[in-house]
């Protein structure tokens, strides 16, 4: 697929105020409004696609949910309007995303640099950690893990749940290679069904000592596994990892425990594979597909795709 057509997807959820946070099959659904965290994500593959045009909708959307030194983390276009305050998560994405590619918003940076001093979520910390490159981030996340992990789990908390493999990616991109590789090399062994890739489903987690849940399994597990191999692989040259990488990408192809593809034929990306009838969600959100972007674009670093 040539680069550019790579987004026709977020566009059409795209509005001139941002994209749209779900979707409804393959059209938008206005009802559900828009994200902070969605918007932040876009700006990074638009931004990396040299799509300007589409930065600056997602950028001014960023700027203006930030009303009086008070963050706003959803819009919608009823009378609901701004709904003030945000999670962690989203504030760490909108940081990452400016510190790699709008480091002249300094006023928004600083703003929530000041707010995670204190904050102690692990994913949130690792967003950061992608953005600003800074050792007492990463001080923080090995301190939790040698805190929390034990011989047979080794992890940073006591479950495995969504986007878990953003802390170990963030690890091997600052270059804390020992806690990386024992954490992505668990990942590795407990997210899979026979060989084949299994993200923890989000229907019930991974509580250590539990059951693990299959479905419903998430583009944006998948995309971040695919991210913190392709770093893995970039740090050690290791073969191995370069082939967890390549069956990771293949999750969106069929590679998963239900055989199914998870790009139709259109290339957008439904939001989930699943236990139900369908053996996807057929809803195509802004998440899933800016996620299916990301792994894109680093399969085609390592050499996937022609």
């Not at 945000?86 to 006023?107: F, H, N, P, T």
């Not at 928004?108 to 640099?113: F, S, V």
């Not at 949130?124 to 893990?145: P, Q, V």
């Not at 290791?238 to 034929?265: C, I, M, P, Q, S």
Request: glycine share 8%; with cysteine; proline share 2%.
């Amino acid at each position: 697929m040539e680069k550019r057509g790579l987004l026709w997807k977020i566009r059409e959820l795209t509005t001139e105020r941002g994209i749209y946070q779900h979707g409804c099959l393959d059209k938008a659904d206005p009802k559900f409004g828009y994200a902070l965290d969605d918007q932040a994500r876009a700006l990074m593959v638009a931004e990396e696609l040299e799509e300007k045009n589409l930065a600056e909708v997602y950028l001014g959307f960023i700027k203006e949910s930030f009303k009086d030194g008070r963050w706003h983390q959803f819009y919608y276009e009823d009378e609901r309007g701004w709904r003030e305050g945000c999670s962690e998560d989203a504030l760490g994405l909108v940081l990452w995303a400016l510190s790699k590619w709008r480091k002249e918003e300094k006023k928004l940076i600083e703003d929530i640099k000041r707010r995670a001093v204190e904050w102690r979520h692990i994913r949130s910390i690792s967003m950061i950690l992608l953005g600003l490159r800074e050792r007492y981030l990463a001080d923080r996340l090995i301190e939790i893990y040698n805190r929390r992990s034990e011989e047979e789990w080794q992890w940073f908390e006591d479950e495995l749940i969504y986007a878990n493999a953003i802390i170990p990616w963030s690890l091997w991109e600052f270059g804390e290679i020992e806690v990386a590789r024992k954490t992505t090399d668990f990942l590795i062994k407990e997210c899979q069904v026979g060989g084949v890739p299994a993200p923890i489903g989000c229907h019930g987690w991974y509580k250590k000592g539990g059951t693990k849940a299959i479905y419903d399994q998430q583009p944006v597990d998948v995309a971040y596994m695919v991210c913190c191999l392709e770093q893995a692989f970039k740090r050690t040259k290791e073969e191995f990892y370069l082939e967890e990488a390549k069956k990771w990408w293949g999750w969106f192809w069929g590679n998963n425990t239900r055989g199914v593809r998870v790009v139709d034929e259109k290339g957008a990306c439904f939001d989930a594979v699943t236990d139900k009838e369908d053996k996807v969600n057929l809803n195509q959100g802004a998440e899933s597909n800016i996620c299916y972007v990301m792994a894109y674009l680093a399969a085609e670093r390592l050499g996937f795709i022609d």
